[in-house]
């Protein structure tokens, strides 16, 4: 297949690529490069995939509408994988315009592409953050999501029903996913993960809101590319041809449009995690406990039937299975375990 990815030197889309690329297919990646945290992460992620056979990358904004065309023309993808956005709950409390300008603008910019280019599938990411104030857990597709509670989440949700409109109007297949607290090596800087590790080894004090009573559905990053990997293949069909219906889909009436949860379906304790971390650095963390951020929530959870039943597969790696593999690589990186 020949896949046009935006993202690539991110977390997330770096991991797809990877993965897509040892897989023998064509890859097309297109990343902004902001510098939201520090750009040479993002440079060493693309300079990682550019050693792979079968990589090409574009280097611009999703906001500059002609530059993706352009490269998205030059893929000619079968599939468009959209995963660029501004990220981070707490950052949209403060810069909220940049919110905005990726996931609104630079969305709508890809869903246009997607009109021109008629892909087979075109899968975009949205979050669990979607879930917002709703309290009944385990979250699943089928709840409401009309209470966002920070800017980013709300953004999200517009680009889960601006997708809804362009499936409907051009025929293009859509799936959404809503990721749950994702993990791992080559992580951002900003994420709990990396900064409680980079804390702990530098001796300096770890945030921990709500005084670590938060609830998290951790979702290792290789199990969540394997499942947009699947899901790839089950694109939603249109009204029109539909055989057999999947219990809890979420298929649209009017549409081939849907929306999938992408989590490890269970809950760890914040607290637990730190502990995780301190284990695998032989270290205790300085733990500075702070009441509930803005926007934050103090539980995430994810019903991951739909996932099971659409692929076959859902994410299981052990919480702390990832923490270990997620310190060894901070450690490599940048030092900090003795041999």
Not at 28 to 40: E, F, I, K, L, Q
Not at 74 to 95: C, K, T
Not at 319 to 333: I, L, N, P, S, T
Request: aromatic share 10%; glycine share 8%.
């Amino acid at each position: 297949m020949r896949i046009f990815i935006t993202g690539t030197a991110g977390f997330i889309g770096f991991h797809l690529a990877r993965l897509l690329l040892a897989q023998g297919h064509a890859v097309h990646g297109y990343d902004g490069m902001t510098d939201y945290y520090d750009v040479r992460l993002k440079q060493r992620r693309h300079a990682m995939l550019r050693e792979q056979p079968g990589f090409v990358a574009t280097e611009a904004m999703l906001e500059d509408a002609a530059a993706l065309e352009s490269a998205a023309r030059a893929a000619q993808p079968d599939v468009i994988v959209h995963l660029a956005a501004q990220a981070g709950v707490r950052y949209s409390l403060e810069n909220p315009r940049a919110y905005v300008d990726a996931n609104l603008i630079g969305t709508f910019n890809v869903l246009q592409v997607a009109q021109a280019l008629q892909p087979r599938h075109l899968l975009m990411a949205s979050t669990s953050s979607v879930y917002g104030a709703n309290t009944d857990m385990p979250f699943a597709e089928s709840q409401k999501t009309d209470t966002p509670l920070t800017l980013y989440a709300a953004t999200k949700k517009a680009n889960e029903a601006m997708a809804h409109a362009y499936a409907h109007i051009h025929g293009v297949p859509i799936t959404l996913f809503r990721f749950f607290t994702v993990y791992g090596p080559w992580g951002r800087p900003d994420m709990a993960l990396f900064k409680f590790t980079k804390g702990i080894l530098e001796g300096t004090p770890i945030d921990i809101y709500n005084h670590g009573q938060m609830y998290r559905d951790f979702t290792y990053v290789e199990d969540l590319v394997r499942a947009i990997r699947l899901l790839i293949d089950v694109p939603p069909p249109p009204p029109d041809q539909r055989e057999q219906p999947i219990e809890g889909d979420t298929l649209s009436p009017a549409a081939p449009w849907r929306v999938v949860n992408i989590g490890n379906s269970s809950q760890v304790r914040l607290l637990d995690f730190v502990e995780a971390i301190e284990a695998e650095l032989g270290k205790k963390a300085i733990r500075n406990y702070l009441p509930m951020q803005t926007g934050d929530v103090p539980a995430t959870w994810a019903d991951c039937a739909l996932l099971q039943r659409l692929t076959g597969y859902r994410p299981q790696t052990p919480f702390k299975e990832g923490v270990a593999a997620f310190v060894r690589w901070y450690c490599d990186q940048y030092g900090g375990l003795e041999s």
